[in-house]
């Protein structure tokens, strides 16, 4: 479809960035050859939108700075701004106020949810996460290769910071190597990371960077 010139087009979204690009670099895939196009986040004009669609009178200034205090996500939002109308605040209480109260409330639980998560794997998932955090913060510029001297050697000192022996993962650069893979696919599958191109790996999501070195 997208190699024949004039006909069909079709425009797609999607939040799996893997998945996405499986269905248009590979040559069997019906997608092949299409562009993918990161969408820039919802801004004011969506809560605009939103506030004027619930029609509860809420500030719209303050709406937009709790939106983007929750990632610029609808899925935190929306359910918040729902409940105000299910289950309203009650009388002489603030709606913007009680709206803040929620919203932050949610922000916490998913921010929990995720430390949780994020505590119970396994400590070299933990120090690549973390090191792929800090150099996703400069956009990749400075970045070490996934399997580079440099950063096995930030990875060691960081587990050996939390206590942990890494003589032995560390001590054939071929069984490093295969375990700082292994360790990126366990990653992706349980979307704390995705996978731009070969070799090139960012957090799935950066409210996950925050947190991680906001601790």
Not at 20 to 38: I, K
Not at 51 to 65: I, N, P, S, W
Not at 142 to 162: N, T, V
Request: glycine share 8%.
């Amino acid at each position: 479809m997208n190699l024949a010139g004039n006909g069909l087009q079709i425009i797609g979204t999607g939040s799996n960035r893997d998945k996405l690009g499986l269905l248009v670099h590979q040559r069997d895939q019906a997608f092949f050859g299409a562009d993918l196009v990161n969408f820039p986040p919802l801004g004011e004009d969506y809560c605009q939108w939103l506030c004027a669609r619930l029609g509860l009178g809420l500030d719209l200034h303050q709406v937009f700075e709790l939106f983007k205090e929750a990632g610029s996500r609808p899925e935190m939002m929306v359910p918040v701004l729902r409940s105000l109308r299910l289950d309203p605040p009650a009388d002489g209480q603030d709606l913007n106020q009680v709206l803040a109260i929620r919203v932050r409330e949610k922000i916490i639980q998913w921010q929990q949810s995720f430390l949780n998560d994020f505590a119970q794997l396994p400590m070299l998932q933990q120090a690549l996460l973390r090191e792929i955090a800090i150099d996703s913060l400069d956009d990749g510029a400075k970045r070490d290769g996934m399997f580079s001297e440099a950063m096995k050697a930030r990875l060691k000192s960081r587990m050996e910071a939390q206590g942990q022996d890494s003589s032995n993962l560390f001590k054939e650069d071929a069984s490093s190597t295969s375990a700082i893979q292994n360790a990126l696919d366990n990653l992706r599958e349980k979307n704390f990371l995705w996978r731009a191109r070969r070799g090139a790996y960012w957090p799935e999501d950066e409210q996950h960077v925050r947190w991680l070195l906001g601790e």
